[in-house]
């Protein structure tokens, strides 16, 4: 079974430049979250997926993110524009619907400089 | 507010020794409890979980966790370090299924040769 699979794996951006991020989930996983991992801090969720609804988004800056999931499979993330402190890891993580565990993919190292 | 807490950022062990990683959490409700692990540059990977049933919970890669409900607490352990236990450690906990997951901080687990 294939995992979840994020690209780029790294990023290196100017400040004020914008960003993608592409997250395909596993397969028949309704479920799909984005998180933001900051050095030496536990995953922040950003915004949570059921099929292609939005189920939670309280956490999300959504002066500058943004993220979409069209048809109910992969998703993108988007930053615009960027600052500094965006500069983390984000982690695109699946799970069956009303499923407990959630399975990562190996993240985006964003850089911001 | 629900939390988790870990305690302890880093936790340092010679090779052949016990591993003992902390993890405290809030919920007046039977909860799912997860240990995760992130290998540096890499995704988590989940380690093991408690959703209902036996309080010992047995892992990949030799870990084990025991539920204690009175304690509120889900302690990682391993009877022997080996040096490919070497990463990020993270604790979560989910209130129940229609809640978002709730993550400790992390504890670098260091091996000593």
């Known amino acids: 079974e294939a995992g979840v699979a994020q690209s780029p794996r790294y990023k290196i951006i100017e400040k004020r430049q914008s960003v993608a991020f592409w997250c395909n989930p596993i397969s028949g996983h309704a479920t799909l979250y984005w998180y933001q991992q900051i050095l030496g801090q536990g995953p922040k969720l950003l915004i949570q997926?059921?099929?292609?609804?939005?189920?939670?988004d309280s956490q999300l800056p959504k002066d500058r993110f943004s993220a979409e999931r069209l048809k109910g499979v992969d998703s993108t993330l988007k930053i615009q524009p960027a600052k500094l402190e965006d500069s983390a890891v984000y982690l695109c993580a699946s799970s069956l619907a009303g499923g407990a565990e959630q399975y990562f993919g190996p993240g985006t190292r964003l850089t911001v400089t | 507010a629900q939390s988790v807490t870990q305690l302890g950022s880093h936790v340092s062990v010679s090779e052949g020794a016990l591993v003992l990683l902390r993890c405290n959490y809030s919920s007046s409700v039977p909860p799912y409890l997860f240990w995760y692990v992130q290998y540096p540059n890499q995704g988590l990977q989940l380690l093991l979980k408690y959703t209902t049933g036996a309080t010992l919970v047995k892992g990949i890669n030799g870990f084990e966790a025991e539920f204690k409900k009175s304690e509120t607490s889900f302690h990682l352990t391993k009877p022997s370090a080996h040096m490919s236990d070497a990463a990020e450690y993270f604790c979560?906990?989910?209130?129940?299924?229609?809640?978002?997951?709730?993550w400790g901080a992390g504890t670098k687990l260091i091996i000593k040769p």
């Open positions: 979560a906990h989910k209130p129940d299924s229609n809640y978002q997951l709730i």
């Open positions: 997926f059921q099929n292609n609804g939005v189920v939670d």
